[in-house]
Every structure is written in structure tokens, then in C-alpha cells.
């Protein structure tokens, strides 16, 4: 019998699985594949996280921002998909400041819709939804 060796995972797998199949397209996983999406999902983190710190010590800083995170994410195409929750990201972190990246926040906050509009925008929200059925 052959041995098996165990992989150490350090994002859980089954986790991965559960996630995995919330898509309804998504029908049996097999075993390797939530630990290849952890290990994929660490060497991620491992790439973002090492070029952070590389920016980090060219600003001579000590710690490690979400400013330097963003500026990883706008400078490398790769990571085009992350520009809107890295801005959202920093832009909480910095209490609506603008940022060293080039983007700049309105101070302004938008205003709360009352409950009617709220039950307008969903009945129009309910509408559209018939249309896709």
C-alpha cells in the first residue's frame, strides 16, 4: 500500500470546499483540489505580501500600510481586480482621506434613503429579478 503524504494546509480545506460549492454550477470536489486553491491562495498572499514590504523599505517606513498594499495593487496590472476593494480598504483606514496612490475621497457621505425609497428600490429591485427567471 502506498503511503500518502499529508499535505499541511494553512488556509483550511474544508472551508475551501465549503465556499467552492456554493456555486450551484460546482458539483463533487475532490480531496486535492481545496488544498491546491490553499496553497495557491498562500503563494497569492506570499507575492502582495513581499512586494509590501519591498515598498515599504524603499519608503523607509516600519510598518507595513495599507498605502503600501494599495500601491502593489495600482502599480501591477495583474492585480487590476483588487483597485476597488484596496481603495475601499484604504479609504476606511484613513477615515475618508485621500491617498498617496492618486485617488482622492469626497468627505461628503451620501444620504441614508428613507424607508419608502428603501421599499421602492426593492419592488423595482423585485421587478428585475422577474425578468432573469
Known amino acids: 500500500m502506498p503511503y500518502k503524504k499529508r499535505v499541511i494546509a494553512r488556509f483550511p480545506p474544508a472551508r475551501i470546499k465549503k465556499i467552492m460549492q456554493m456555486d450551484d454550477d460546482v458539483g463533487k470536489v475532490s480531496s486535492q483540489v481545496p488544498v491546491m486553491v490553499s496553497r495557491a491562495l498562500e503563494r497569492f498572499l506570499e507575492y502582495i505580501m513581499l512586494s509590501s514590504a519591498e515598498i515599504t523599505n524603499s519608503k523607509d517606513a516600519k510598518t507595513l500600510t495599507s498605502q503600501h498594499i494599495l500601491e502593489v495593487v495600482t502599480n501591477d496590472s495583474r492585480l487590476n481586480f483588487l483597485k476597488e476593494a484596496a481603495l475601499k480598504s484604504c479609504q476606511s483606514a484613513n477615515g ?38
Open 96 to 133: 475618508n482621506q485621500s491617498n498617496e496612490a492618486g485617488a482622492s475621497f469626497s468627505n461628503k457621505k451620501e444620504p441614508k434613503p428613507t424607508n419608502r425609497e428603501n421599499t421602492k428600490q426593492s419592488e423595482e429591485n423585485d421587478d428585475e429579478s422577474e425578468d432573469y427567471e
